[in-house]
């Protein structure tokens, strides 16, 4: 399965899809496949500056370039993969926001990093793919506190006692208004109903291993 953002397919020199396996590959102009870029991801803030297609299991969560025919991917089963363009200066990103990255400041380090090859925040877009919905992401009673903003804002009280339920893809948006884009698409892609993977959906069914991951990915060409 696969998905695309309208507006991001309308620019003509990129190449982008959210795929529900690890599997798939974008496809070049003349529909050969891209060499890709993906990351050993671990919940944090570091963004790395890809200039070649060699570069494989970096630790890291954000990945940015400038340079056209490498497409760079991102692996999730519930958190938010987030893709960035500026069309104008031809400069891209795609970071990993699962609750811990994104309240660290992966999306702001991804951000920075475009910056520093020359985009300008008034000009980049950045398009939120499948990634599990609130009434599914169940969270300890820690989190309201963690989060740190009125509990009504992110959260309602889940079946369990004492624990919530998180609006993960609001407080993911929510952030990237925060930084000043004004091109924000969220294709409201819950993972845990569709054919995305979803670790949550995978352990609700008994299962305590998943072989499978989602891709997304984004390229210049």
């Known amino acids: ?11 003509p020199f990129l190449r982008h899809g959210f795929f529900s396996s690890e599997h798939e590959v974008l496809q070049g102009e003349g529909g050969e496949p891209l060499p890709s870029v993906t990351l050993n991801q671990v919940h944090g803030t570091h963004v790395i500056h890809v200039t070649e297609s060699t570069l494989q299991n970096t630790e890291g969560d954000g990945l940015v370039t400038a340079t056209p025919g490498i497409a760079l991917g991102i692996l999730t089963a519930d958190c938010g993969p987030v893709l960035f363009c500026d069309p104008t200066q031809k400069i891209i990103g795609a970071c990993h926001a699962g609750w811990r990255g994104a309240r660290a400041g992966i999306l702001q380090e991804t951000l920075k ?12 877009c950045a398009v939120l793919g499948p990634t599990i919905c609130q009434d599914k992401y169940e969270v300890g009673p820690e989190f309201p506190e963690l989060i740190g903003k009125a509990y009504e804002t992110y959260f ?4 369990k006692p004492g624990h919530h339920y998180f609006n993960l893809p609001l407080y993911i948006c929510d952030q990237l208004k925060a ?4 091109q924000i698409y969220d294709l409201k892609c819950d993972t845990f109903v569709t054919q995305f993977a979803s670790w949550r ?3 609700s069914q008994g299962k305590t291993k998943m072989d499978f991951s989602n891709l997304s990915a984004i390229a210049i060409v």
């Open 1 to 11: 399965m696969k998905l695309e953002c309208p507006s991001f397919s309308q620019i």
């Open 113 to 124: 990093a475009m910056e520093t090859l020359g985009a300008e925040r008034s000009n980049i």
């Open 156 to 159: 309602k009280p889940a079946v």
């Open 179 to 182: 930084e000043g884009l004004s």
């Open 201 to 203: 959906r995978f352990s």
